[in-house]
């Protein structure tokens, strides 16, 4: 069964460094997304991205934040300059809008980043 | 904004248990709602989900009701398995947002069930 799949699956990284988080999405989906949890706290929408652009994005998804998806399979978060509060468990997501399962996101296993 | 609230956990249950996990939201216009389950080690998968008042949703053996007038949506599962241990998320899609499936979360309750 298609998968998304992330990696790393755990980034030890020190505060002000870049760090950039990997997605393979489902290959024919369309939508792709990234939320983030941090330890304790409820899973929060960072972006969404369609047709090689931002759709939309949260608050959270400040400057610091990019997205991109450079050769049509990799979706990639960008943290230019880590701060302890990004510590948290990143999850990305991709949609099918024409097929059967529409309305479904399919996430990946996460990417757990700790900022020291 | 949008939100939901879930129980607080975590739960822990005897297998054969009888399992409620409560979620309520607040959302503006007319929302669709999900549960999702995060197994050790995996991803979040949908588990059911409801697009109008009143539907219901299921799936191996859970359900849940999309409750307008409460604005609640509690999982339930009469006989819960060992297997069933994981963490349970209640989210919602609000309908008419040009991103599509930008999802609320609740903030998870983690299930452990013994033998």
């Known amino acids: 069964e298609p998968e998304v799949t992330q990696t790393p699956s755990h980034q030890v990284t020190q505060m002000g460094q870049e760090v950039i988080l990997r997605c393979v999405p489902i290959?024919?989906?369309?939508?792709f997304y990234w939320y983030r949890q941090i330890l304790g706290q409820k899973v929060e929408f960072l972006v969404s991205?369609?047709?090689?652009?931002?759709?939309?994005k949260s608050e959270i998804f400040d400057d610091q934040f990019s997205v991109e998806r450079p050769d049509g399979s990799n979706f990639t978060l960008k943290i230019r300059s880590t701060k302890l509060e990004d510590s948290a468990m990143y999850f990305c997501a991709s949609r099918d809008p024409l097929g059967r399962t529409s309305g479904e996101l399919f996430f990946g296993e996460g990417s757990r980043l700790t900022v020291l | 904004g949008d939100s939901v609230t879930q129980m607080e956990g975590p739960v822990t249950l005897s297998e054969e248990a009888f399992l409620t996990i409560n979620c309520t939201y607040t959302a503006t216009g007319y929302p669709s709602l999900f549960w999702y389950v995060q197994y050790p080690g995996e991803g979040l998968q949908l588990l059911l989900k409801?697009?109008?008042?009143?539907d219901k949703g299921s799936n191996k053996g859970f359900e849940a009701t999309y409750r307008k007038e409460t604005t609640s949506f509690h999982l339930e599962k009469g006989s819960v398995q060992v297997s069933d241990s994981a963490v349970y998320f209640c989210a919602l899609r609000t309908r008419g947002e040009t991103s599509g499936s930008r999802l609320t979360f609740g903030e998870g309750t983690q299930l452990t069930v013994n033998p």
């Open positions: 290959s024919n989906h369309l939508y």
């Open positions: 991205f369609y047709n090689n652009e931002i759709s939309e």
């Open positions: 409801a697009t109008k008042a009143d």
